[in-house]
């Protein structure tokens, strides 16, 4: 990833609190990712708070979903050379706190997305950038494959809030 396909990923991230970096390498053990909301969130300002930004990005996420298919197909095909692919998805921890996260595939097995966090994370503490996790293929909100020349396929979410942030004239 170079600094042209950077800006949509750092604008999202922050956000959602958090600042990407390309991962260096993964860590030994991998760790299964809480991507759903715990029952403690039902009911508080951080539920009314996701409720909301989900609203927001429905559209984005519907068009990811449908075509996330596709890209799996790919992945598993072998990407060409310099090709990474990113996915986005959502960790919660106990105290229902949550950040959206870039997780670089490493392996996607059935239902199951292995990869390394490519986020900073801000609001939950108990992972840590290029950390191995483990979540559920129907958690991911987005996709993006980035090229070596800074091209960047997929990344709806980022392009909506890309239009969002010009619409508002930030």
Known sequence: MNSSSLPRFLFFSVLAGSTLLVPAQVQAQKKAAPTEQPSGLAGTEQADVLR???KTIAKPVKQAQKTLPSVKKRYAAGL???QTLYLTT???DSNGQFEQV???VTSWQGNE???TLANHLELVQQYQPNQ???FPE???LDWTITTPDGREEGNFVGKFIDQLQQSSGQ
Do not use: C, K, N, S
Request: aromatic share 14%; glycine share 10%.
């Open 113 to 115: 997305v292995t990869g």
């Open 138 to 140: 129907q958690a991911v």
């Open 52 to 54: 909301e930004w989900d």
């Open 132 to 134: 191995a996790i483990t």
């Open 102 to 104: 870039f997780v670089q």
């Open 90 to 92: 959502r960790l919660f």
């Open 80 to 82: 060409p050379a310099g």
